[in-house]
């Protein structure tokens, strides 16, 4: 079992710059697989980074490619997103995610197995 705690959400200003961490638990962080998504209220989950098990590789959807960059420190089994020039459309909880059964780039929502509480970001504008 994983447990994923997100911090690092507030309010900002459009053009601002946030950054979010996910802590996880479990001794085998390091094998799995993370994304992070958002969701705002009345929409479906977005998918908006997703790292594979080294950090050697990211992957971005065209809406935050360029603004966005996830990290992550398996050492500290902790994994970043990094987000500037943040818009008001960005605003949303947003998630991290882990999957158990992939170590590259993940994408689709149905594949991760455990998932944090989320954290609020909310851009004024």
């Known amino acids: 079992q994983v447990q994923l705690v997100e911090s690092g959400g507030g309010l900002v200003q459009a053009g601002g710059s946030l950054r979010l961490s996910c802590a996880a638990s479990?001794?085998?962080?390091?094998?799995?697989?993370m994304g992070w998504f958002r969701q705002a209220p009345g929409k479906e989950r977005e998918f908006v980074a997703a790292?594979?098990?080294?950090?050697?590789?990211?992957y971005y959807p065209e809406s935050v490619k360029g603004r966005f960059t996830c990290s992550r420190d398996n050492a500290r089994n902790t994994v970043y997103l990094q987000m500037s020039n943040l818009k008001p459309e960005d605003t949303a909880v947003y998630y991290c995610?882990?999957?158990?059964?992939?170590?590259?780039?993940?994408?689709?929502?149905?594949?991760?197995?455990?998932w944090g509480q989320g954290t609020q970001v909310t851009v004024s504008s």
């Open positions: 479990g001794r085998t962080f390091n094998s799995y697989a």
């Open positions: 995610a882990a999957d158990r059964n992939h170590y590259g780039i993940v994408v689709n929502t149905w594949d991760y197995d455990y």
């Open positions: 790292i594979n098990w080294s950090g050697a590789s990211t």
